[in-house]
């Protein structure tokens, strides 16, 4: 594995892991709004075992990636960092992209850059959600986001709470990957102003995901260009309904779907086997490898 550094829009530097050949078709893969790259390692590493470039990304303000001066986080400059990362491909790359990173994936493949893509995969996101789930995702975010854990154990027992069908962690190294200790506290690896935290009216969110018309006329564009899409859903997501999906699925036919049992909205998390081979499944059937 190989990390290296980008430049992303406005100068932002950003941080990514790369696994496979470096000559082999590419795979970006783009996490959730709070995770950072290594939600990926387990898919990442299956997909360069069997030949795939492998690219894992930290999104701004998440991760080892730089903080937005401004609290910068709507969708089309995190899409503007993803562009320049696809610029230093030699090709165009499958876009794997979960929660805030489907969305990411939508708007630049669809509007901002067509043609970036070489085919896209959504994972438990689609321009309807559930809204109790989206305010489930952005209370779990915020609540801990400015005074951070007394301890590690802490972390778990709030992602715990969160997802309920998954086993506590009994080794908590793990974790140490998505948190960072400061002054004897905790705190998640990510800046507080993406989850409304910072000070100011400089702080600017994702609020393109609430424009649903916008986030379907760019699906429509990237299908009407032939790019392959896939939907994966968990199947207990409480993010993406089954009745969303279905009407998803109905409006855009052409779309793949896979509805994973036992996942919820971080379904690479929950189900990661079944997940991986769904995604690997996609790349076989849409590419010559």
């Given amino acids: 594995m190989q990390t ?3 430049t992303g829009a406005n100068g932002i530097t950003l941080v990514a892991d790369e696994r496979g050949p470096s000559d082999a078709p590419p795979v970006l893969l783009l996490h959730g709004g709070g ?16 030949g795939w470039r492998s690219v894992t990304l930290d999104f701004r303000g998440h991760g080892d990636s730089e903080w937005a001066e401004g609290g910068d986080y709507r969708l089309v400059s995190f899409a503007g960092d993803v562009d320049a990362v696809v610029s230093t491909f030699d090709q165009p790359p499958f876009i ?12 630049l ?24 789930g989206s305010h489930r995702v952005a209370e779990f975010m915020s609540a801990k986001a400015k005074e951070g854990f007394s ?7 709030a992602i715990a709470a969160y997802n309920p069908h998954r086993p506590r962690p009994s080794n908590l190294d793990g974790l140490r990957k ?3 200790e400061r002054d004897g506290r905790w705190y998640w690896h990510w800046d507080p102003a993406f989850a409304g935290g910072g000070e100011g009216i400089a702080d600017m969110g994702p609020s393109e995901v609430t424009d649903i018309d916008r986030l379907h006329a760019a699906i429509a564009k990237i299908i009407d260009d032939g790019i392959p899409v896939m939907l994966v859903r968990g199947r207990v997501s409480d993010l993406v309904s089954a009745e969303g999906a279905q009407r998803f699925c109905e409006r855009f ?7 994973v049992s036992g996942a919820g909205h971080m379904v690479a998390g929950d189900r990661n086997d079944a997940f991986t081979d769904a995604v690997v499944g996609f790349l076989n059937r849409h590419s010559d490898v």
């Fill in 151 to 157: 301890s590690l154990d802490e972390v778990a027992d």
């Fill in 96 to 107: 794997i992209g979960a929660s805030l990173g489907g969305f990411t994936s939508m708007l």
């Fill in 109 to 132: 493949a669809g509007e901002i850059h067509p043609g970036v893509a070489r085919g896209v995969v959504l994972v438990d996101i689609i321009p309807e959600m559930e809204s109790a």
């Fill in 178 to 180: 998505n948190v960072r």
């Fill in 253 to 259: 036919p052409s779309v793949e779907f896979v509805d």
């Fill in 4 to 6: 290296f550094e980008v």
């Fill in 35 to 50: 995770q950072t790259r290594h939600s990926w390692a387990g898919t990442s590493q299956t997909l360069a075992d069997q």
